[in-house]
């Protein structure tokens, strides 16, 4: 059974970099052709994709986000990462992460459409104080 499971802190000040984690168990995150994503939901809104790591570790971002987002991943630990820096309360969201079973790359791009997510985390709330 794979499950994705966030943590990190739940409360960032302004300026900070907001750091969370990805566990991912039932799944490898190196297998061929999944890609594992980073998305938000603010308060009031939809969804918002914020960057994915393909299972080769190439990464996409969100172009309104990508100059303050980062991904990483541990293989050895099964997990992927989110740094997002220079917050402001406007970054307060739900966190989520989720896996990719079909990912689909426009040139050099990564389309996000949830039709392909198969496997989301339950979400952490980071709120971020102004």
């Known amino acids: 059974q794979v499950q994705l499971q966030e943590s990190g802190p739940g409360l960032v000040k302004s300026s900070q970099t907001l750091s969370l984690t990805c566990a991912v168990s039932?799944?490898?995150?190196?297998?061929?052709?999944?890609?594992w994503s980073w998305v938000r939901q603010p308060p009031g809104k939809g969804l918002e994709w914020m960057g994915v790591i393909a299972y080769e570790g190439t990464t996409y971002f969100n172009p309104s986000l990508k100059n303050r987002t980062s991904i990483s991943r541990d293989t050895a630990k099964n997990q992927f990462y989110l740094q997002l820096s220079s917050v402001t309360p406007e970054d307060t969201a739900v966190y989520y992460c989720a896996r990719d079973r079909a990912p689909t790359y426009v040139g050099d791009n990564y389309y996000f459409t949830t039709d392909e997510y198969d496997h989301w985390g339950q979400g952490i709330q980071v709120t971020v104080s102004s």
């Open positions: 039932g799944a490898t995150i190196t297998t061929f052709y999944d890609a």
